[in-house]
């Protein structure tokens, strides 16, 4: 095999999958080669996503990185299908609904000024509507709420392959093998060093390794505000049924939960410290979630939990938001990470804005330049309101 590449990228999740096949869909003719350490993806962020994709955020950036994307997960099967093989991803468009109190209404009520501007299509519910569009739910203490119809839900793990076989098929060669550091001379990559000491050469090198690219950026002395921050889903079925298919739901406390099938996905963002960690914790659901969800409503009173799986945000600390970027300090560096829980979403345009900058310098389809790297100097911090 040979060790010399035009273009490494360091991590094999949907980031590095997206930047490479939209640089070959986009023209690029040059050698990509993608190092994963982990060939079943047992422990990358991508496959323990939640799959929710929605277009309510309170930022422009995120908005159009959304509506990009959205746009894309409509036409995917098709557009990413392999030897006439549909790329099958189960996006279930059930819409995304935020349930308000009286603290949250006005803070909504201001972010949907912003996405309406932007072609959004959000409605805003009050509390009777609310109980209309949903019967089971429990709205005495709400004030309304808001629902997002073109958002819902896709299959990451789906996703992800769909990606790697696509990029596989136009000449990417994924490399199932720990890069150990990225190699660097004056101020420019050079290539890559595996953990068994092999040196793969390359004038550009992307970090796109999630929640582990914080630590490789570290390695050539280059930190970016990026550390691994663990969430724990659980899958649920209740006794009694719902009488439709449940939206991906936003607790006022955070709390949310959607339908899957006949089952019920559950989570809640809590505070817990950074690191490498994957233990599920049954107590969590028992103690802290199931309490709320059965104040939300009397149909989560009598329930079996089925399983459980936690995963790493590839969670940016300063801002919560993606860094998207080439570096100042570094020729040929590239960055791909911080998307804090909002990733699998902002793939497509994620990966299409990447695309542009390594090929042209600059970005043509959306501006993602708000997502520099050089905001945390200048303090230009993209303050996104609706992050969880
Ligand atoms: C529980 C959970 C729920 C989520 N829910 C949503 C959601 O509903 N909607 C949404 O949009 N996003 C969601 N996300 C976020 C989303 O999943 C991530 O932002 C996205 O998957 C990040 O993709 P990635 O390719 O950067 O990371 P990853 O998928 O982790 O890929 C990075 C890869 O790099 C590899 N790697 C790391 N270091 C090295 C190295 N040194 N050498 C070789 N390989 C290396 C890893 O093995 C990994 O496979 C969720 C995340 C989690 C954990």
């Avoid at 079943?40 to 908005?63: A, M």
């Avoid at 201001?110 to 959000?122: E, M, P, R």
């Amino acid at each position: 095999m040979t060790k010399k590449f035009d273009l490494i990228i360091v991590g094999g999740g949907i980031m590095s999958s997206s930047v490479a096949y939209n640089l070959y869909n986009d023209g690029y003719t040059g050698k990509i080669g993608i190092f994963e350490k982990d060939r079943g993806y047992e422990y990358s962020s991508t496959p323990r996503s939640e799959g929710g994709i929605r277009q309510t955020f309170s930022t422009e950036v995120n908005i159009k990185m959304s509506q990009y994307s959205y746009k894309k997960y409509k036409t995917f099967e098709e557009d990413m299908k392999v030897d006439n093989d549909l790329a099958v991803i189960d996006f279930n468009e059930n819409g995304y609904l935020y349930l308000l109190n009286e603290q949250s209404m006005p803070i909504f009520k201001d972010i949907i000024k912003i996405q309406k501007s932007l072609g959004v299509k959000t409605n805003l519910m009050n509390q009777l509507e609310t109980q209309d569009f949903f019967p089971e739910l429990n709205v005495d203490d709400l004030a309304g709420s808001v629902f997002d119809p073109e958002a819902g839900s896709a299959d990451p793990y789906s996703v992800l392959q769909a990606y790697v076989k696509k990029s596989k098929q136009l000449g990417a060669t994924y490399i199932y093998d720990e890069v150990e550091t990225i190699l660097t001379e004056t101020s420019k990559v050079t290539g890559v060093q595996t953990v068994n000491g092999e040196r793969y050469i390359a004038p550009i090198v992307v970090n796109a390794a999630g929640p582990w690219s914080g630590d490789l950026s570290k390695k050539i002395g280059i930190e970016i505000p990026i550390k691994p921050l663990k969430r724990q889903l659980f899958s649920i079925d209740t006794a009694d049924k719902f009488s439709k298919e449940i939206p991906f739901t936003f607790d006022p406390t955070g709390m949310h939960f959607r339908g899957e099938r006949s089952k019920i996905v559950v989570g809640w963002a809590t505070e817990v410290p950074f690191g490498y960690d994957f233990k599920l914790e049954k107590s969590f659901f028992e103690e802290e979630i199931w309490p709320l969800l059965a104040a939300r409503s009397n149909h989560f009173e009598r329930l079996k939990l089925e399983s459980g799986w936690t995963g790493l945000y590839d969670y940016n600390y300063v801002d919560c938001n993606a860094i998207i970027s080439d570096h100042p300090e570094m020729e040929g560096y590239f960055i791909i990470t911080g998307f804090s829980g909002h990733g699998f979403q902002h793939a497509p345009a994620a990966g299409k804005g990447l695309s542009e900058l390594i090929q042209l310098g600059k970005f043509e389809t959306i501006d993602l330049s708000p997502l520099s790297v050089e905001r945390f100097k200048s303090n230009k911090l993209i303050m996104e309101t609706a992050v969880f």
